[in-house]
């Protein structure tokens, strides 16, 4: 089991960059996935959550109206279209899989997700 987030990197505030989680080793139409994101010396943030048919279970305040989540189960992969990124926005992003069912923000708890990618950097400057 697999999950590889790519599309990181540096980009200005105002900017737009999108992520991928490409997984491998299991059906991702199986799993309910989530996008997480974590800067060193705060708490871990749960980000986004898509559903096995691609609906989005949550999306949190802080990025409502600027990051879309959707998924493509047949190139095994999920993403996150970030717009309008902000300085805050600045932190490491990790993709995750959970097998259980979710409605709505309980989709965030870290601890109900089973496997986690190595994460992908995104720094914003301002």
């Known amino acids: 089991v697999q999950l590889v987030e790519s599309g990181g990197g540096l980009v200005q505030a105002g900017g737009s960059l999108r992520l991928s989680c490409v997984v491998s080793g299991f059906s991702l139409e199986h799993y309910v996935v989530g996008w997480f994101r974590q800067d060193p010396g705060k708490e871990r943030e749960g980000v986004s959550c898509?559903?096995?048919?691609?609906?989005?279970?949550y999306i949190a305040d802080s990025v409502k109206g600027r990051f879309t989540i959707s998924r493509d189960n047949a190139k095994n992969t999920v993403y996150l279209q970030m717009n309008r990124l902000k300085s805050e926005d600045t932190a490491v992003y990790y993709c995750a899989r959970s097998p259980l069912y979710f409605g709505g923000s309980s989709c965030t708890r870290g601890s109900l997700y089973d496997y986690w990618g190595q994460g992908t950097q995104v720094t914003v400057s301002s």
């Open positions: 898509i559903n096995r048919s691609g609906g989005s279970l």
